[in-house]
Every structure is written in C-alpha cells, then in structure tokens.
C-alpha cells in the first residue's frame, strides 16, 4: 500500500476512504503516525472519509455531524421505557446491542463476548461455513484472512 499525506489527509488509494484531521501525519512504510497532545477541553478531529465535498475537509463539519449522531442516539435511547433501579445497566445494555446491529436484518454483527458465536448470517444464512479469503490481507498482512463460524 503507497500511503501519502496530502492537504492534511492521509491518502491510499482511491477506493480507500482517507483520514482527514488537523494533526501532524507522519508516513512509514506502510504506517501513518499522528502524536496529538491534549489539554482538559480541547479536542482534535480525525475523520475517516471517502472524499471532500465541494472542496472543504470532512473535518470542518464533524461538530455538525458529532450533533447529529448525538441526536439520533438521544431519540433511540428516550423510546427506551424502563425506569427501576437498574436504569443505567439496561439503558447502557440496549445501546450496546443497537450498536451491534445489521439493520436491514435486525441480526446482531458482533458479539460483545469472546466465546460467543453466531448461529445465522446477517442476512438469514443458515451456512456459514469457513471461507478464506485469499485476495485480503488481515492486520498487518496476516494470513489467511477467514469469515464463517470457524474463524
């Protein structure tokens, strides 16, 4: 992979969405590097993007979308019924699994627990047999790169 930084972005290639943001990228081989350093009430922004649009930089506009994002977990929580003494853990849990969810499906995408493992596919999928898939790389360029339930 030929990473480069330019107009404070790191950039791969083009079907690679880009990481925008204000820091200070440094590129290693096959690595992009950013030390931010942090004071009590400052923030930074690094935004994982497909593209600019109408030439401005995702991370001009991440307050806006951190609103609405914020927003849209407000409205979902506050459909939530419950009130007992457990509010916070039940609160806490239904976000955590709405977070792991396919919506088109309704099917839960990731487990929270080590040990657990799905019994169907995202969509429906009664096999879900191991697949390798020999034209990915995994972290780091492990392989081989495995989806099913044996892997």
Not at 55 to 79: L, V
């Amino acid at each position: 992979m030929n990473l480069r930084v330019q107009d404070g972005a790191v950039h791969a290639a083009p079907e690679i969405p880009a990481l925008y943001g204000d820091a200070d990228f440094a590129i290693t081989g096959d690595l992009a590097t950013a030390t931010l350093r942090l004071v009590e009430g400052e923030h930074h922004d690094l935004v994982l993007a497909a593209n600019r649009v109408d030439g401005e930089s995702p991370c001009a506009r991440a307050g806006e979308f951190f609103a609405a994002t914020q927003a849209f977990w407000e409205e979902w929580i506050g459909y939530c019924r419950y009130r007992g003494v457990h509010e916070e853990a039940v609160k806490g849990s239904a976000l955590a699994l709405k977070l792991m969810t396919f919506a088109p499906s309704g099917a839960i995408v990731a487990a929270s627990l080590p040990n657990v493992r799905p019994m169907y596919g995202i969509d429906g999928t009664l096999n879900l047999d191991e697949v390798k898939l020999d034209h990915l790389a995994g972290y780091r360029a492990s392989t081989p790169v495995r989806c099913g339930n044996g892997a």
